[in-house]
C-alpha cells in the first residue's frame, strides 16, 4: 500500500506568495495530521480532522494559515502571505480508528518549505 | 498537559558502540508510546512503540521498554552502525490528546563515526 504522500517535496518561495501544501493520506486512514518541523521549536502539531472535518486547530500559528480537507484521499495546508519565519518542514500524517492497525501514525516524506 | 523529554544531542559514537538514548514523559492516562526515526533528507519512520506497562518494543536492533514507575521509554542498541546516523524522536499518545495525537520530543541526534 502507498504511504501519505506529500508535494512539493521542496518549495523555494518569495516572501509575500501564497504557498500551498499538498496530502493525499493512506487510503481507509480516517485521520490526518499536519505537523511542522522547525530547529527552535521541533515537531508542532498545526491541526488534525477526522474524517474531513477540523477537529483541533490550535496550533495554527496565525491567520495566515489555512488547512482544508475536501474530501477522504485530499488535504491541503495554505499560506497567504508567506513569510521567511515560515521556512520549515511540514509533514502530513494519517491513521486509521484505533483498533484496526494498531494505534500508529504514519508520516509522508515532508515539504521542504524555503522562503526568500 | 502532555510532555516528552528527550536527551539533548548530539550523541557521537564509534561503531559496534552501545547506544542509550534517554526519553521521560509526563502524561495522564495510559499512554502509548513510540521512537521515530528521521535520516537525513527523509521524512518520520515508526521504529518501535509500546502500548502498556513493561511491553518491550524492538525492531532493527532497537529495543525500548515501557516502564511506568519511572515514566520513561529509554532507547537502547548493543552494537551501533554508521547507516543508524540519524534524529530519533521519543513521542506519545495520551489522554490530554484524547489518545488522538503525538506529543513529540526535541530530537536527539546521533552521529556514528566508522
Known amino acids: 500500500d502507498a504511504g501519505v504522500i506529500q508535494s512539493p517535496r521542496h518549495e523555494v518561495t518569495e516572501m509575500g506568495q501564497e504557498v500551498t501544501l499538498r496530502c493525499k493520506p493512506i487510503s481507509g486512514h480516517d485521520y490526518l495530521f499536519w505537523y511542522r518541523q522547525t530547529m527552535m521549536r521541533g515537531l508542532e502539531l498545526l491541526i488534525y480532522?477526522?474524517?474531513?472535518?477540523?477537529?483541533?486547530d490550535s496550533g495554527m500559528p496565525e491567520d495566515r494559515f489555512s488547512a482544508k480537507m475536501p474530501n477522504a484521499s485530499f488535504s491541503t495546508l495554505k499560506i497567504q502571505p508567506s513569510e521567511p519565519r515560515d521556512s520549515a518542514v511540514y509533514f502530513c500524517?494519517?491513521?486509521?480508528?484505533?483498533?484496526?492497525?494498531?494505534?500508529?501514525?504514519?508520516f509522508g516524506e515532508g515539504s521542504w518549505l524555503t522562503v526568500v | 498537559g502532555n510532555s516528552v523529554t528527550q536527551m539533548e544531542g548530539p550523541v557521537t559514537l564509534s561503531e559496534e558502540a552501545f547506544l542509550t538514548i534517554n526519553c521521560t514523559y509526563t502524561a495522564t492516562g495510559y499512554p502509548s508510546l513510540f521512537w521515530y526515526v528521521q535520516y537525513p533528507g527523509e521524512g518520520l519512520q515508526l521504529l518501535l512503540k509500546?502500548?502498556?506497562?513493561?511491553d518491550k518494543g524492538s525492531n532493527k536492533g532497537f529495543e525500548a521498554t515501557y516502564r511506568k514507575e519511572t515514566t520513561s521509554f529509554h532507547l537502547e542498541k548493543g552494537s551501533v552502525q554508521v547507516s543508524d546516523s540519524a534524529v530519533y524522536f521519543c513521542?506519545?499518545?495520551?489522554?490530554?490528546?484524547?489518545?488522538?495525537?503525538?506529543?513529540f520530543g526535541k530530537g536527539t541526534m546521533l552521529l556514528v563515526s566508522p
Open positions: 513521542a506519545l499518545i495520551g489522554l490530554n490528546s484524547g489518545y488522538s495525537t503525538l506529543t
Open positions: 509500546a502500548t502498556k506497562a513493561d
Open positions: 500524517a494519517s491513521r486509521p480508528t484505533w483498533g484496526l492497525s494498531g494505534n500508529t501514525i504514519y
Open positions: 480532522f477526522n474524517n474531513n472535518v477540523p477537529i483541533d
